[in-house]
């Protein structure tokens, strides 16, 4: 009996130690990811790398300015897409919990969540793309317009929830408006949780490439013309990261920093906040 | 008269509030209506696109074995094996981790520094762009793997089912992890307590009341990691290789659906072959709406 509850604790500890073991070896890919793309892409990052285009094969230097305008363009245009109708969309879900039309979009959210990024590209080519003949930034915040709804409306919606009753009762019994009531005392209150909630969507987005890559295309000139093909950070990483010369490999290390960068400060920033404001996203 | 005057005014405003009230009212009934909306619409445009090659292959699309944009044959079998070989290799890789992830927050050590430290770095996991992932595979981890395949003795590619394998277990575990870590945090402790009362040693507990109290949550998380694995294109794209030839053993060349999407979409210049392509997009979001489906109904049932 005592040897088989020694063997008992022993077997507890070997699985304990395993455990530990595998949870402590899934971050190590997240640190080498980290290490490596810091050493290869830090000694590019200068200021000329910001300001200056990329330049051909063969000659060195030149930097990310395209992509970054790109970049910033793109995901503005989603966002001022996104934000109002995710907002909109959440507070008429959290409004309405029991209709059929309720039902519905929330399947719709849903479906929307688990769709891959390709599938959004593929439909927002047909949309955006083909009936007006060329490739164009407006199409590619779209499809990334398309990606960032769910996640706002989710946050919204689950934030909105939260919020008590008698905060609602309260104003509608002082004889407000239902309007007034949602927009001057639920969303105020609701506030961090939707701005987490944006947050976090736009962190998703930044460094999505997939639905970009029959929509905004990619170009090599600084462009601001969100009718024409747009560089995106992204789509610069992919091109030139796939591309066979080393030049274009360490322009790509470069960029990959400052994306890298822009993605984890937007999430650590996000975290920070909700825990802040004890927001449950 | 002043009076008069005075309530005239005022039902004229709160007329007005009426109309505004209804105005957002109808609003937000709108936006609600055109969410659905635009799921059906991306459904109806990946259908009506793909009538072309729907008509020529019909159901041969998806067991054909050659794809051949050249002679005009597009099967898709190749690229749906491939589509499955790396998810579900993915998915052995990743589980032992996420699993261990998932008890270690959730039963072993749910608070402290270490703990939140690790929480933290494993969402990270899943901030990291994909594009990003791939280009690291493409230059770590392709001539990492070129080394293991000299040495265990097939052709030396790098590139393949195996390598996007790898990559893609990483990128999937935060998804069962941070939902296997909440729904182990929900199991009653007066269950486990129970347990214990009964001589029963930490791991006894954890195989004989936190699993399979948690199983279907667990397997809730597992099919979220699917979903993600299936629909990944970027990071595959870089180091699968891209031949649409049926992959002969996991260490050769091949492609995804996602990937072959990604690589041919722009180039197709027949109508047939965009069509063909399109309908490789169809069978995806179906399977993964599918997948993505069935884990939120075991998660909703498991939290009601």
Redesign the interface.
Known sequence: MKTSLKFRIGKSGIFQAITIFFSVACILPLLAILYYIIKAGIQRINWQFFVELPKPVGEAGGGIANALVGSLLIIVVAALIAIPVGILCGIYLSENKNSRLAYWSRLSVDILQGIPSIVVGIVCYFWLVKPFGSFSAVSGSVALAIMMLPIVIRSTEETLRLLPDSLKEAAFALGMPFHRVILKVVVPCGISGILSGVMLSVARIAGETAPLLFTAFGNPYLSTNIGRPMQSLPLLIFNYATSPYNDWHDLAWGASVVLLAFVLFLNIFTKLMTSKWKVQL | MITAAKTARKKKSSLR??R??KI??G???L??????I??L??ML??VV?SVPAIKQMGAGFIWGKTWDPVRNIYGAFPFLLGTLLTSFMALLISI??????A???GE?YPNGWFANL?K??????A??????????G???LVPLVRTFETKIGVAPVGVGIFTSSLILA?MI?PYA?SLGRSVIQMVPSTLKEGAYALGA????V?RSVIIPYTKSGLFAGILLSL?RA?????AVT?VIGNTSLVPKSIFSPGNTM?SV??NE??EADHPTYLAA??EL?LV??VV??I???IG?KVISRFTN
């Open positions: 509030q009426i505004v009230e957002f009212r609003g937000l009934v936006t609600g209506l055109s969410l659905v635009l799921v619409a991306i445009t990946l696109q032992p981790f996420s699993i261990g992830v008890i270690f927050l072993y690790l933290n770095l494993v969402e990270l996991i901030a990291v762009p994909s594009v990003i992932y791939g280009f690291w493409l230059a770590v990483t575990i992890a040693t930490r791991w006894e954890i979903g299936l629909g990944e294109t970027m870089m996602a999407i990604a979409f722009t392509l399109i997009g995806l979001f993964t709406v997948i993505n489906m939120k």
